[in-house]
C-alpha cells in the first residue's frame, strides 16, 4: 500500500513537499514516478524515478521546477515542488511500477506501467 502526503493550498510561486510512504512492500524494489489529474482531464505524467535514484525523468511542464527523489531505507517516495503556478493544480498520485527495466523505460510515462498507486494528495495553487 502507498501513501501519499504533503499536499494542501499554496500561493503562486510557492513550494510544497510531497511524500509517499510504502507498508508491506520495499520500494527499493520498483521504479516508481508522480502523476496528476484534474477533473474532467486524464491523468498525466509529472515525474520518474529508477530504483537507484538516477537518472529521473520529468514532464516538460514541470522540468527545471520539480525535483523527484527517493530514499529507499525509508521506503519513502518524495517530490518538491516549487514556483508552483495555478495550472500545477491537481491531485498527485505515486506509483510503483513492477516491470522489467527495458520495458518500464519505454513505457515510463504511461499509467498503465504502473501496478501499485497511492490514494492522492491534493495540491491548489491559487493565483
Known amino acids: 500500500q502507498l501513501q501519499a502526503s504533503g499536499g494542501g493550498l499554496v500561493q503562486t510561486g510557492g513550494s510544497l513537499r510531497l511524500s509517499c510512504v510504502a507498508s508491506?512492500?520495499?520500494?527499493?524494489?520498483?521504479?516508481m514516478a508522480w502523476f496528476r489529474q484534474v477533473p474532467g482531464k486524464e491523468r498525466e505524467f509529472v515525474a520518474a524515478?529508477?530504483?537507484?535514484?538516477?537518472?529521473?525523468y520529468y514532464a516538460d511542464s514541470v522540468k527545471g521546477r520539480f525535483t523527484i527523489s527517493r530514499e529507499n531505507g525509508k521506503n519513502a517516495l518524495y517530490l518538491q515542488l516549487s514556483s508552483l503556478k495555478p495550472e500545477d493544480t491537481a491531485v498527485y498520485y505515486c506509483?510503483?511500477?513492477?516491470?522489467?527495466?527495458?520495458?518500464?523505460?519505454?513505457?515510463?510515462?504511461?499509467?498503465?506501467?504502473?501496478?501499485?498507486w497511492g490514494q492522492g494528495t491534493q495540491v491548489t495553487v491559487s493565483s
Open positions: 508491506g512492500r520495499s520500494l527499493s524494489n520498483y521504479d
Open positions: 506509483a510503483a511500477a513492477a516491470l522489467i527495466r527495458s520495458v518500464w523505460f519505454e513505457r515510463r510515462t504511461e499509467r498503465s506501467a504502473y501496478s501499485y
Open positions: 524515478i529508477v530504483k537507484g535514484s538516477t537518472p529521473t
